[in-house]
C-alpha cells in the first residue's frame, strides 16, 4: 500500500510561488499516474492538474495553465507542484492523489484515484 504525504503548502501574498512535494512510503510511485487537486471552504473538491505514469503527458485546470507545473520527482517516490503567480482564489488545501495506471494518459477524474494524501494549506493573501 502507498501512503502519500504533502508538504510544502503555507501562507504567501499574492503574485508569490510555492512548491508542494507529494512523498510515497510504502511503495514507489512508479506504478501509477498522479493527480493534484485542492478543496477551498465551502467548495467542492475539484481537480488542478494531473501527469501520467511516464510523465510524458499532463493536464492542468484552465485556471491554472501557465501558472502551474507538475512533474514527477527524479526520486521514484516523489511528485511536485510548482505554483506560481499565485491568487488569493488559489487558497485551498491541496491533496495529491494516486491513480493505478495511466502510463500514457493521465486524468482529471477524481474517483479514478484510490489514494490520497491528507493535505497541504495553501493560503494566499491579496
Known amino acids: 500500500q502507498v501512503q502519500l504525504v504533502e508538504s510544502g503548502g503555507g501562507l504567501v501574498q499574492a503574485g508569490g510561488s510555492l512548491r508542494l512535494s507529494c512523498a510515497a512510503s510504502?511503495?514507489?510511485?512508479?506504478?501509477?499516474?498522479m493527480g493534484w487537486f485542492r478543496q477551498a471552504p465551502g467548495k467542492e473538491r475539484e481537480f488542478v492538474a494531473a501527469?501520467?505514469?511516464?510523465?510524458?503527458?499532463?493536464y492542468y485546470a484552465d485556471f491554472v495553465k501557465g501558472r502551474f507545473t507538475i512533474a514527477r520527482g527524479n526520486a521514484k517516490n516523489t511528485m511536485y507542484l510548482q505554483m506560481n503567480s499565485l491568487k488569493p482564489e488559489d487558497t485551498a488545501v491541496y491533496y495529491c492523489?494516486?491513480?493505478?495506471?495511466?502510463?500514457?494518459?493521465?486524468?482529471?477524474?477524481?474517483?479514478?484515484?484510490?489514494?490520497w494524501g491528507r493535505g497541504t494549506q495553501v493560503t494566499v493573501s491579496s
Open positions: 501527469i501520467s505514469l511516464s510523465g510524458g503527458t499532463t
Open positions: 492523489a494516486a491513480r493505478e495506471g495511466g502510463e500514457i494518459m493521465p486524468s482529471r477524474v477524481e474517483y479514478e484515484y484510490r489514494k
Open positions: 510504502g511503495r514507489t510511485l512508479s506504478s501509477y499516474s
